[in-house]
């Protein structure tokens, strides 16, 4: 900052140059506190302090991934809720069936009638195993000899980065929950269509049929071995209800602490990179009364340069 003296020479003006050099710095400053107020961040670039721009924004990614993971296990928690769902579904009809078979134990029963209800309630078990299918998946209805086919349903559970990532899963073995398997091999059919050995009887409870039992001490034999087929399937499919409620249990927990995880991580992330907002609105205001102070300052300094040249008039 110059001014102008009378014989043709400048000098400079060291209270205007001071003048302006606080208002630059105010000015700065308050670009830099307006930018805090209108994006809510002390730190929205890795310029304004590399350490936490970059802690922030590797949390960040982390949480995206554990909002995916959020997103698999409420579709994991779908799949197995429905599964069990068919299973609690199932134990009921086949309790019905061997309710039926009871009666059917009494002398001088219409046991070809009782069949026609049991057959019925043998099409609604096909039905229900059928109809349990979420998203593509059937846990209780499968084909254990299809290519590719896996026994082993795994729910993306967990994420952690780092140098190395890692993803936990949520593993449930369908071989112990499947109700029918469309393979030929028998041993490896569902509780509902293999076959049993009890006694004489050797049959499923999908296919057993008690319309040509008669009441001699043999055929009332094999209708009290398939009670007790009939009862076993029901023992194993409560144990395997059981063991899915055990999974949408573990599901439901592991849901509730990645939820309360990632609001962990935000607030973490909040702590490094957000700003004050309280402190930064009162900031700008004393900034705004500097910046106002600053250019009558200068303004001051200026006109002084011209007091000066008034004299030489």
Do not use: C, H
């Given at each position: 900052?110059?001014?102008?003296?009378?014989d043709?020479?400048?000098?400079?003006?060291a209270?205007a140059?001071?003048?302006?050099?606080?208002?630059?710095?105010?000015?700065?400053?308050?670009?830099?506190?307006?930018?805090r107020?209108?994006?809510?961040?002390?730190?929205?670039?890795?310029?304004?302090?590399?350490?936490?721009?970059?802690?922030?924004?590797?949390m960040?990614s982390?949480?995206?991934?554990?909002?995916?993971?959020?997103?698999?296990?409420?579709?994991?928690?779908a799949k197995?809720?429905?599964?069990?769902?068919?299973?609690?579904?199932?134990?009921?009809?086949?309790?019905e069936?061997?309710?039926?078979?009871?009666a059917?134990?009494?002398p001088?029963?219409?046991?070809?009638k009782?069949?026609?209800?049991?057959?019925?309630?043998q099409?609604?078990?096909?039905?229900?195993?059928?109809a349990?299918?979420?998203?593509g998946?059937?846990?209780?209805?499968?084909?254990?000899?299809?290519?590719?086919?896996?026994?082993?349903?795994?729910?993306?559970?967990?994420?952690t980065?780092?140098?190395t990532?890692?993803?936990?899963?949520?593993?449930?073995?369908?071989?112990?929950?499947?109700?029918?398997?469309?393979?030929?091999?028998?041993?490896?059919k569902?509780?509902?269509d293999?076959?049993?050995?009890?006694?004489?009887?050797?049959?499923?409870?999908?296919?057993?049929?008690?319309?040509?039992?008669?009441?001699?001490?043999?055929?009332?034999?094999?209708?009290?071995?398939?009670?007790?087929?009939?009862?076993?399937?029901?023992?194993?499919?409560?144990?395997?209800?059981?063991?899915?409620g055990?999974?949408?249990?573990?599901?439901?927990?592991?849901?509730d602490?990645?939820?309360?995880?990632?609001?962990?991580?935000?607030?973490?992330?909040?702590?490094?990179?957000?700003?004050?907002?309280?402190?930064?609105?009162?900031r700008?205001?004393?900034?705004?009364?500097?910046?106002?102070?600053?250019?009558?300052?200068?303004?001051?300094a200026n006109?002084?340069?011209?007091?000066?040249?008034?004299?030489?008039?």
């Amino acid at each position: 900052m110059v001014a102008f003296i009378g014989d043709g020479t400048f000098m400079t003006n060291a209270s205007a140059m001071t003048a302006l050099q606080t208002l630059n710095m105010t000015n700065k400053a308050l670009e830099t506190t307006q930018a805090r107020i209108s994006t809510g961040y002390s730190v929205s670039s890795a310029s304004d302090n590399a350490a936490y721009w970059s802690i922030a924004t590797t949390m960040r990614s982390d949480n995206k991934s554990l909002s995916a993971v959020q997103d698999a296990l409420g579709l994991g928690a779908a799949k197995a809720d429905i599964a069990q769902t068919a299973l609690e579904s199932s134990i009921d009809v086949v309790s019905e069936i061997k309710a039926k078979l009871v009666a059917a134990r009494e002398p001088g029963v219409d046991r070809g009638k009782i069949q026609g209800e049991i057959g019925e309630l043998q099409n609604q078990l096909v039905s229900i195993a059928s109809a349990a299918s979420f998203s593509g998946e059937n846990w209780v209805s499968v084909d254990s000899s299809a290519a590719g086919f896996n026994a082993t349903k795994s729910i993306v559970a967990s994420f952690t980065g780092g140098a190395t990532v890692a993803i936990g899963t949520i593993d449930i073995d369908v071989t112990d929950t499947k109700l029918f398997d469309a393979t030929g091999v028998a041993a490896d059919k569902g509780i509902i269509d293999k076959q049993r050995t009890v006694g004489s009887f050797t049959g499923s409870i999908a296919t057993l049929d008690i319309s040509t039992l008669t009441n001699s001490t043999a055929d009332l034999t094999e209708l009290e071995e398939m009670i007790t087929a009939v009862n076993t399937g029901v023992t194993e499919m409560t144990d395997a209800a059981s063991a899915l409620g055990s999974v949408n249990k573990r599901i439901d927990m592991q849901k509730d602490f990645v939820t309360n995880l990632m609001d962990a991580i935000d607030r973490g992330v909040g702590q490094l990179v957000d700003a004050d907002m309280t402190k930064e609105s009162s900031r700008l205001k004393a900034l705004q009364t500097q910046q106002q102070l600053g250019i009558q300052s200068l303004s001051i300094a200026n006109s002084s340069s011209q007091n000066v040249l008034s004299l030489f008039r």
